[in-house]
């Protein structure tokens, strides 16, 4: 892939990743990408996954053409970018490690390999220049983890914007960009909105041309289109107007209850309602729909005095990802003593700036005529918020 004749891109795509971060199920796997900057003096901008090693070793060595590394920068101490550190430290002990305080703190827990004197230790705003290439870096803490930052390079208005505006999926994937770059957000960037705003804003002071992140396809073209979907993800913005009805059921009684309602709503004229069954469908894709739409309803069988599992274990992923600032309603069932509500309920206390509906559902077992009234209350409930 060819980015400019001095910024070569040399990373991987992995296509045998079962689960990245062992969590997320990734179809069509995973690109750890890693950078060259052939100047004067060479930066190799992050490595890649162990996983990868082999590959990227060799993509490495081709680009550099016989020469050795000079500069290593490490914008992201997480396996997934550090991972053949200590391989790069070995094959060029000449290179010189880039990163601030934390990444050296965080490197000495990962690695036993000795670096005293050979650490370069960079704050806000400070430069390094390559030749004719200069990098700035900033500090962007918890845009993923603590010791996250991001390097400008100011000659070729390019930006080395670590975990932000990634996604999953390999580069050779042909797929939209917002689709899986936002259920990556959410579930891995998501919790830390407020970080990302504070990006964005050091991003608005600068001239940026090309994004390259360390996971997905760079960016260069049209890029107002990116930034302004970060503004809304990271704002807590919904990005769609729409009603997102997550289920949990056990026998399908709830389920059906739960498609009943949607088709309430569609005929309220709400134009954009979908559907998921908690049991079946990826719970980070649910996460991802629970913050792009602006209203939720969550329908969930009884189980053992609370909330069926998958809806428990749903609601809890959108709390530690700190759902927010979203209108919800309830519908649950039980056969003897209904309780999915209030464990719900809950959840959605804990959380800020959640409206709940007073139009809570309750049914027995199954849907039954004299439900009707009360679903109907719900979908125009819902409708009206
Ligand atoms: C393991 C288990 C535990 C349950 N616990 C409760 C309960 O505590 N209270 C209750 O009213 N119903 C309880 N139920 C019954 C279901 O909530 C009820 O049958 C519901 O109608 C099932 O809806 P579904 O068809 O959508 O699964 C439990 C069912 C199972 C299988
Ligand atoms: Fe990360
Ligand atoms: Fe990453």
Redesign the pocket.
Known sequence: MYISDAIKYVGVDDKTIDLFESQYVVENGMAYNSYLILDEKVALMDTVDRRGLEEWSKNVERELGGRSVDYIVVDHMEPDHAGSLSYALERYPEAVVVGNAKTFTYFEQFFADDISGRKLEVKEGDTLSLGSHQLTFYMAPMVHWPEVMVSYESTEKTLFSADAFGKFGTLDTDEDWACEARRYYFNIVGKYGASVQTLLKKAETLEIEKILPLHGPILTENLGYYLDLYQTWSAYRPENKGVFIAC??????????AEKLAEKIRALGEEKVVVSDLSREDIAECVEDAFRYDRMILCS??????A?VPMEDFLHHLQIKTYRERTVGILE????????ARSIRGYLDSMKDIRVLDETVT????LHEEDEEALDRLAEAIVRA
Do not use: K, M, Q, V
């Open positions: 949990a059921s056990i026998h399908g009684n709830t389920l059906e209850a069988a009884t189980y053992d005095g609370g069926f069932n039980g056969t003897w003593a209904p309780a999915a049914i027995r077992s199954r």
